[in-house]
C-alpha cells in the first residue's frame, strides 16, 4: 500500500477573498486528502474493479461505490447558459486611482489604497458552450467586484450599444440569431435567414449590425478589448447627489482584431484560441490589464444630447463627453477549476453597491428580472450565492432560510424579522451605515406600454460609426455584411437589408447589393408595419434622423488604437536543420526581451541542428500549427533550412497567410529561394518595400529593430487584396 503524505495542494493566491472563502468552505475544497474516498469520507481500496458475483460474472447492484461514482457522472452537467453559453474566466483585482466622493459613495471607488478583488468572465453570446472563440459575435465582459459592502457586477459587452431597445424584444432577438429550429444549423453564427429577417424587420438595431459587423467581432484577443456597460447608469454620492454614467473598460495593450479569413481559419485550427491566449497570457506573467472609464452627465443635462441617454442603441460620443480614467483593472491568476469557477459563477446587473443606480433604460430594467431567474433554472437553487465563486467577502445575514443545498447552518431560532428573541438581529442599516438605499427619482406618469419619441433615430449614429472608420475598416465591415447576407437564402430578407444600409450609407449599400446580384431601391420598403403595436399609430414609429453634433469620432475607430507595444505578442520562427542559429538566438533574445513569446517551428518536434551555434529545441510542429495562431513570423537563413522549408508545402502555406493577413514578416539573405515561392515572392518583383516585410534588400533595414516596430503596428491593411 502506498504510503500517504498529509501534504497540503498549495494554493495559488492567500489573498483576502480567498482567506474569507475558505473559513466557509469544507475541507474537500482545500484538497487536503490524499486517499481517494467516497463523497462520505470512506477510503476507497480499490477505483479499478466494480463489485462482481464471480470475476467473470455480472455486476452487484450493491456496489455503492460503483453507483455513487456514476450517479454523479451522469449529473455532471447543468444547463448551459441560454445566452453567453461559451466563456472564459480570470481573477484579479481593480483599484480606484483617486477618492472618486465628487460623484459616488461606493467604498471600492473611494480607496486608493484597496486593492478590490475581481472575477472577471468574457463569453461570446450566440454559440454552444464548445463553440468556438472566434466567432463573428459580441463578447461578454462581466466584472464581478468583491467589495467590502456586498458583491457589485458590471455585465457589459466588448460593444457599447445593442440591438434593441425594449427586453420585451430579447427572447425574439435570441431566437432568430440561435441555430434555426428546424435542423439546429448553424452554430454560433449569424449568417443565416431567420437572424436577419429579424434584423431587416428591426431598424433600431442597424447602429449595433455596424458595430457586429465591424473587426470589433473578432477580437484578437479578450486582452484586446474594450468593455462597455451599455446602458446608463447613476452614481450617487455622499449627499445624495445624482449624476448619469456610463461605464468603459480601456486595455491597455489597445484595441486590436483579427481578420475574418483567420478568424475562420482559427476556428478550425485552435477553436480554443481566446480562452488559450488569456490562460497562457496570465501563467507566464503577462497580466492584462484595463482602465476603467467613466462618462459622466450631470442630471441638468440629461435632455441636453440629440439622443435619448436611456435608449441602449446610442452611445455618448467621446468628443461629447470625455471618458475619465479612474482606476485600473488587473487579471493575474486563472482558475483552478472551470466549471466549479466559471460555469457557477453567477452574474446579475442587479448586484449593487451603496452609490451605484439603475437608469429607467427599459433594456436594463428588464435585465435586472432576467439573471436571478436564469440562474434558478441554470444553478437550480436560490442558494447560489453561497456557491464558493459567488460568495460575498461582506459577511450575509438575513432571513432567507432552507431550499435545495443549503450549505450555511443558521443556529438562530428566529428566521424572521422583526423579532425579539435574538435581539431584533439582523438589524437593517442606516445609509449612514451603508445601507442600500435606491435613488429617490421623482416620477409622474400614466402606465402605458410605449416607447418615447427620442428613441425613434435609428441611423444617425449608425452612420457616425461608419463614418468614423479607417478605409480598410470599412472594406471589412463591407465585406463582412457581404460575407453575412451572402449566406442568406431568401432574396427578399437580403432585399430589405440593403434597402437598411441604404439609410445609413449609400456607398456601403451599393457595394454589398453588387456582391449580391442586387440594386439598391429608390425608396426603401419601410418595414416597419411588423415593428408596432396592433393598434400603433404607424406615422409615430417613422425612423427620425437627428443631427448628432458630430460627423466623426476618432474613439470609434481602432485605427487610432494604442500601437507600439509588442508584450506578449507570438512570433513564429520557421525553421528546419541548418538553421543560422547566431541568426535565431539575436532574434529570439531581441523579441523576448521586448515581451514577445517566440516559438520555433519546424517540420518535425525534437531538436533541429543550427548552421552556428546550439542546438535548438522546436515548440511546435509544422503539422500542429498555422501562421493565423501568431501575431508575425521571423525565418532565418541557412541554405539547408531554406531548401527543406522550400520543399514543404504547409511552410510555404505558412508564409503566404501570414503575408495574407497582413501581419509582419522578417527574413534574413539567402531565404529567397523559399521566399520566391510564397505569395510574398511574387509581389517583391514590382515592389522591394511592401509594408510590414522587412527583409536585407528593403530600403535602410536593421532587421530586429524594423520587425518589432513592424509587430507593434498589428497588421498592414493596406496590403489586403478585395475578394469581390
Ligand atoms: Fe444578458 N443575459 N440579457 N445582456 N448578459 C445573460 O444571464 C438578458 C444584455 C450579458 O458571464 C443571462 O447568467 C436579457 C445586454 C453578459 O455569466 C440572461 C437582456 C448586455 C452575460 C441574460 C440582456 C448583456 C449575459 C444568461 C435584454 C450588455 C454573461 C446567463 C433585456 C450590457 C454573464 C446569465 C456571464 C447573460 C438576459 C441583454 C450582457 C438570460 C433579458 C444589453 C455579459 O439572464
Known sequence: MPKASKKLVPRKSDSKIDKKRSDLAPDIETGAQEFMTTDQGLKINDDQNSLKAGER???????????????????????????????????????????????????????????????????????SRGSTDLARDVRGFSVKFYTEEGNYDLVGNNIPVFFIQDAIKFPDLIHAVKPEPNNEIPQAASAHDTFWDFISLMPESMHMIMWVMSDRAIPRSLRMMEGFGV???????????????????????????????????????????????????????????????IQVVEEKDEHKYPFDLLDPTKLI?????????????????????????????????????????????????????????????????PNFHEIPINRSINKVHNNQRDGHMRQQINQD???????????????????????????????????????????????SQAKLFYDSQSEAEKNHLTNALRFELGKVQRVEIRQRMIGLLSQVDKTLAKEVSDALGLSVPNKP??????????????????????????????????????????????????AADGADGNQMELMKKALTDAGAVVEIIAPKLGNISTLKGAPAAVDKSLMTVSSVLYDAVY?????????????KPEAVEFISQAYKHCKAVAF??????????????????SNKNIPGIIHPA???????????????????????????
Open 231 to 293: 446602458h446608463t447608469f447613476r452614481l450617487i454620492n455622499e449627499a445624495g447627489k445624482s449624476v448619469f454614467v456610463k461605464f468603459h473598460w480601456k486595455p491597455l495593450l489597445g484595441v486590436h482584431s483579427v481578420a475574418w479569413d483567420e478568424a475562420q481559419i482559427i476556428s478550425g485550427k485552435d477553436p480554443d484560441f481566446h480562452r488559450r491566449d488569456l490562460f497562457d497570457a496570465i501563467e507566464s506573467g503577462a497580466f492584462p490589464e484595463w482602465e476603467l472609464g
Open 317 to 381: 460620443p467621446e468628443e461629447l463627453v470625455p471618458v475619465q480614467r479612474i482606476g485600473k483593472m488587473v487579471l493575474n491568476r486563472n482558475t483552478d477549476n472551470f466549471f466549479a469557477e466559471t460555469e457557477q459563477v453567477a452574474f446579475h446587473p442587479g448586484h449593487l453597491v451603496p452609490g451605484i443606480d439603475f437608469s429607467n433604460d427599459p433594456l436594463l430594467q428588464g435585465r435586472l428580472f432576467s439573471y436571478t431567474d436564469t440562474q434558478l433554472s441554470r444553478l437550480g437553487s
Open 635 to 647: 525565418i532565418p537563413g541557412g541554405d539547408k533550412s531554406v531548401a527543406t522549408l522550400g520543399q
Open 57 to 127: 460474472g455480472g455486476t452487484l447492484l450493491e456496489d455503492f461505490i460503483l453507483r455513487e461514482k456514476i450517479t454523479h457522472f451522469d449529473h455532471e452537467r447543468i444547463p448551459e447558459r441560454i445566452v453567453h453559453a461559451r466563456g472564459t474566466a480570470a481573477h484579479g483585482y481593480f483599484q480606484v486611482y483617486k477618492p472618486m466622493a465628487q460623484y459616488t459613495k461606493a467604498g471600492f471607488l473611494n480607496d486608493p489604497a484597496l486593492k478590490t478583488p475581481v472575477f472577471v468572465r468574457f463569453s461570446t453570446v450566440a454559440g
Open 525 to 574: 420598403e419601410q418595414p416597419l408595419n411588423h415593428s408596432i403595436p396592433a393598434d400603433g399609430n404607424p406615422a409615430k414609429f417613422q425612423p427620425k434622423t437627428k443631427d448628432q453634433g458630430i460627423k466623426s469620432s476618432a474613439a470609434l475607430s481602432m485605427a487610432n488604437t494604442l500601437k507600439g507595444n509588442i508584450k506578449s505578442r507570438k512570433v513564429a520562427l520557421l
Open 413 to 459: 431560532v428566529t428566521s424572521y424579522h422583526p423579532n425579539s428573541l435574538t435581539g431584533g438581529c439582523p438589524f437593517q442599516a442606516k445609509a449612514t451605515e451603508g445601507g442600500f438605499t435606491s435613488y429617490e427619482e421623482k416620477i409622474d406618469a400614466r402606465k402605458v406600454r410605449a416607447r418615447s419619441q427620442s428613441f425613434f433615430d435609428h441611423f
Open 668 to 685: 534574413e539573405f539567402g531565404t529567397e529561394p523559399l521566399i520566391e515561392k510564397t505569395m510574398i515572392g511574387e509581389d517583391l518583383k
Open 698 to 724: 528593403g530600403k535602410n533595414i536593421n532587421l530586429v529593430k524594423d520587425f518589432i516596430t513592424a509587430i507593434g503596428q498589428h497588421r498592414f491593411w493596406e496590403r489586403e487584396k478585395s475578394p469581390v
